[in-house]
């Protein structure tokens, strides 16, 4: 056994340690101090506590090589934090030693929420530094666009139209007797075309009035080629989107058709402003790509983007995507600190992460994952209004196994899709191809009611995403004990339950005896008393009781029918135990 330090005063330990030491230090300086004389100093556990009654470790100090204690032990409330678990029972005969008890819990529980506030702080440190590269790349971007069309520009005027001028000027340079009016007049009308042009390429006159369909169909007419344009964009996006827009747009069309090809043109409206400016002979794409340079520069600038490509299997045939975010339509709300309050899992498991031990970059990216909302992919469907903790990304491709392959791919262009709704019935590959973490909601729900749906169990999913990444890392790192610890949460964790349950009621695979009442009880509105048991939100404890108990009895009656079906009475019994837990609230 090792010689017992003796203790040292709360004050002395929080002078010297380090701030990232400091829990540790308190810990063991606490075993120390409340050991029985004698005997082994107690093994301790700072336990951080949930609405729902469970614990979760936070920080643990036990003596090298000691075996984990048995026995009766003691839990003390930890401030802001929870208990502070002693095994076996401290001694704590004396004045002094419970002194010291009652300050390090004090202070326990102050280190455990500062160091919480250092890490939202350093968040956000973060994100503004982020920020602050952003805009200034931002700011050096829209300089060179600038110094771009203002080279633009005067290469416009100096090559064509003072080039007119002085043609005109030669004309008229002349005896009266000897002036060529046609020629004059069909020099003066090419000089006001090129000047035209040059307001167009600037300014649109249609654009504000007639919207970017009608300032395309009209520069299509202009253009020596045919060109075709399709599509509709919907409503009309905000002047600077637009024109944004239409001069990348029209700077495409403009490309192609100067390379001396016909021009297709498909315009679409999902989550962004699409449009797809395709050549149907064969060109060159890296000409294309050099002469669309300062257009691609001049989007990006406002957030879009241009991408030029070969079509596969096209031939030679190029295509350029052309998209520009709607920055007046929200797809994207966070999740919302009420939400989360609601669902002791999501805390759970972000106490886990804490704990894990992860590296630097593994603990960033888990803690982004559970701040970072449900991502919905609403297939050839109309975009449904936002909602907190659901973002929703829109696909017009059919739903077919190779759509099934681009969700599959977590680097592909949607990144981790959390779930899919179909506007129309998806294939049967299509279903078969999709990863299992994947939910695909049945045939009939409205994207509408997906999104609902997600931001209510969104604190829920968000922490099953975490789990799922703390697996695979405790997999490929072969750390039995975060394994275990998370496989003790998942099976202890009676919302994950539930939450598995409300899946199947997504797919329309849930058992017969789960209806709209019974997903409720399950979560299906929101992890709140009074929303599971489909009370006003102001409902007195009176109230939450005896809907509680009813809900309670409803289900021990289901359970208890003569022929019920497996899967039936596994519901019943998980519903039970969703009111038995709402009772012990």
């Known amino acids: ?67 984990t204690a048995l026995g009766d032990g003691e839990r003390h409330p930890v401030p802001g934090v929870g208990v502070l678990e002693i095994r076996p029972r401290p001694d704590l005969g004396t004045a002094r030693r419970r002194r010291l008890l009652d300050e390090t819990c004090v202070w326990l529980g102050a280190t455990a929420r500062a160091e919480r506030s250092m890490r939202a702080l350093e968040r956000a440190r973060r994100d503004a530094v982020q920020h602050a590269t952003e805009a200034e790349r931002a700011q050096v971007r829209a300089a060179r666009v600038r110094e771009t069309e203002r080279i633009r520009l005067v290469e416009t005027i100096t090559t064509a139209t003072v080039h007119d001028l002085a043609a005109l000027r030669s004309l008229l340079d002349q005896p009266a007797g000897a002036l060529e009016w046609p020629a004059i007049h069909a020099l003066a009308e090419r000089l006001i075309d090129d000047l035209r042009d040059a307001v167009r390429g600037v300014f649109p006159a249609m654009l504000p009035e007639r919207g970017v369909e009608e300032t395309l169909r009209e520069l299509a007419a202009a253009l020596p080629v045919r060109v075709d344009v399709a599509g509709d964009l919907g409503r009309r996006a905000g002047w600077d989107i637009e024109s944004g827009f239409y001069h990348a747009v029209a ?21 962004e402003l699409v449009a797809t400016v395709a050549s149907t002979g064969p060109l060159d794409a890296a000409s294309i790509d050099r002469a669309l340079a300062a257009g691609a520069e001049r989007i990006a600038s406002l957030g879009g983007e241009l991408v030029v490509r070969p079509r596969d299997g096209g031939a030679g045939v190029v295509e350029v995507t052309v998209s520009m975010p709607d920055r007046s339509e929200v797809t994207s709300l966070p999740i919302g600190r009420r939400q989360i309050a609601s669902r002791p899992v999501h805390g759970r498991v972000a106490t886990l992460v804490e704990a894990a031990g992860l590296p630097h970059d593994e603990l960033e990216a888990c803690r982004d994952a559970l701040e970072a909302p449900i991502a919905l992919l609403v297939v050839q469907g109309p975009p449904p209004a936002p909602m907190p903790g659901v973002q929703t990304v829109l696909c017009d491709a059919a739903p077919d196994a190779a759509l099934a392959a ?39 729900i409205a994207p509408a009611d997906a999104v609902a749906a997600l931001a209510a169990r969104a604190p829920v999913l968000a922490a099953r995403r975490v789990l799922e990444r703390l697996a695979e890392r405790a997999a490929q790192a072969g750390t039995p004990e975060l394994r275990w610890q998370v496989d003790e949460l998942r099976a202890d964790a009676h919302e994950l339950t539930e939450d598995a349950l409300l899946d199947d009621v997504a797919r329309g695979t849930a058992p017969v005896v789960v209806d709209a009442v019974a997903a409720r009880l399950a979560g299906a509105e929101g992890g709140e008393a009074h929303m599971r048991l489909g009370l006003v939100a102001d409902a007195g404890r009176d109230a939450l009781r005896a809907a509680a108990l009813a809900a309670l009895e409803r289900w021990r009656q289901v359970a208890a029918r003569p022929g019920l079906d497996s899967a039936s009475r596994r519901a019943a019994d998980l519903l039970q135990r969703s009111a038995e837990g709402l009772l012990a609230r």
């Open 1 to 67: 056994m090792t010689p017992q330090a003796a203790p040292r005063e709360v004050a002395d330990v929080l002078a010297s340690t380090p701030r990232e030491s400091l829990v540790p230090a308190l810990l063991e300086n606490l075993a120390r101090g409340v050991a029985a004389r004698g005997g082994a100093a107690p093994q301790l556990r700072l336990l951080r506590s949930f609405d729902d009654g469970h614990h979760q470790e936070l920080a643990a100090w036990r003596e090298e090589d000691a075996v």
């Open 251 to 271: 700077g495409a069309m403009e490309a192609i058709a100067r390379a001396g090809s016909p021009v297709a043109v498909a315009l679409r409206r999902g989550a």
């Open 406 to 444: 681009e969700i599959t791919d977590r680097a592909g262009r949607w990144g981790v899709v959390d779930a899919v709704v179909c506007a129309l019935a998806p294939r049967a590959d299509f279903a078969e191809g999709l990863p299992q973490r994947t939910l695909l909601f049945r045939d009939g």
